[in-house]
């Protein structure tokens, strides 16, 4: 039945809206659909492009700190090697040097070499005389420091420990910066050339982070000897005392008539260094070494413990480096299917 006043052309009172023009229902229909469906597609491709960024950030992220526990890691090893490699490294200067030493010790006239031993031994004769040999004066000094100076390096000799594999050159003085890598004369002892009456001091530091040099003086006992080169003569010194004494203890180091005595110094206990360790040899009588062997194999050969982390470390620290930038990585290629699949789980979600 048809209600009164309806005309053709309006809605039917209580009729839903759009199914007097259908085709115009379903148009708004459709565009509403589509409008849906472009926010949808928009807000997925905005999650989308959110959650692309994250996985980069944390990628990079991760490369970051990986590459800093490496640096860690590496900081670390190279502390702990740092002793052993600083020590193999002065071991082979000083073997060097040493060497040096002897070649122009062979390459000198004989009979200059002799007039040098013999200008050292009057400067020896010359401190029973001095009222005060604990300090030099500087024309003193000069004369000092000229003598037994082949090379002019200021290198005298060198000392050798067989016990405790001590292999060293000695030069004038004990100035702070040679004492870090060689051992040192006390300028106002005798000159380690032997003879009646003279009383040579060599002083070297213990425990140094670069370098042995005396860390082991402690090691040694009464009755074990060492020499000391000095041009084409070697001294051989058999210890006969060893005593530990403040600094300012000097008494045990001063010259006794008609001894050859030569005394080893350095710092005690280790690492607190309150006390002087003294070692003290006096001259034995021996056949004359002559064209000593000059470079100790071990001074120039890295060992395994040193050479293997050394090696090993920096090429696994290359090719994690390679590995995290320069390698490409495969990235899985995704279908249509999975990639709609994916957008439906993250709206889902």
Known sequence: MIPLGWEPGRARPGALPGLLNPDRRNRNYIMCEKEQNE???????????????????????????????VLIILT??????????????NSYHQSQSIADYVT?????????????IADAREYNAKLLNKENRYSLTDEEMEEYLSLL??????????????????????????????????????????????GESTHSLLSGHRGLPSAKLFTDLDLLHEGETFTVTVLNETLTYRIDQILIVEPNEVSSLSIVPGEDYCTLITCT??????????????????EEEKNAVIIVPEA???????????????????????????????RKDMTDEEILESIKRDNIE
């Not at 928009?42 to 991760?62: F, I, L, M, Q, Y």
């Not at 670390?76 to 490294?89: E, L, Q, R, T």
């Not at 122009?104 to 040098?116: F, G, H, Q, S, W």
């Not at 050394?310 to 495969?330: D, E, G, N, T, W």
């Open 39 to 69: 926010a949808e597609h928009s807000e997925t491709g905005n999650n989308t492009e959110k959650k692309d960024v994250k996985p980069a950030k944390k990628k990079r992220g991760s490369k970051v700190l990986t590459l800093l526990l």
């Open 76 to 89: 670390g090893v190279g502390i702990m090697a740092y002793p052993s490699i600083s020590d193999w490294w």
């Open 104 to 116: 122009a010790v062979n390459e000198t006239d004989p009979k200059l070499l002799a007039r040098m």
């Open 149 to 194: 100076d082949l090379s002019g390096t200021g290198i005298i000799g060198y000392i050798k420990i067989d016990s405790i594999g001590v292999y060293l050159p000695v030069y004038h003085t004990t100035d702070e910066s040679l004492l870090q890598v060689a051992i040192g004369h006390l300028e106002w002892s005798s000159l380690p050339v032997g």
């Open 269 to 286: 206990p280790y690492g607190i260094n309150t006390h002087r360790i003294l070692v003290r040899g006096t001259r034995i009588e021996t």
């Open 300 to 330: 120039v050969r890295i060992p395994n413990y040193i050479a293997i982390p050394a090696v090993a470390v920096p090429i696994l620290f290359l090719l994690l480096l390679f590995s995290m930038f320069v390698m490409p990585r495969k």
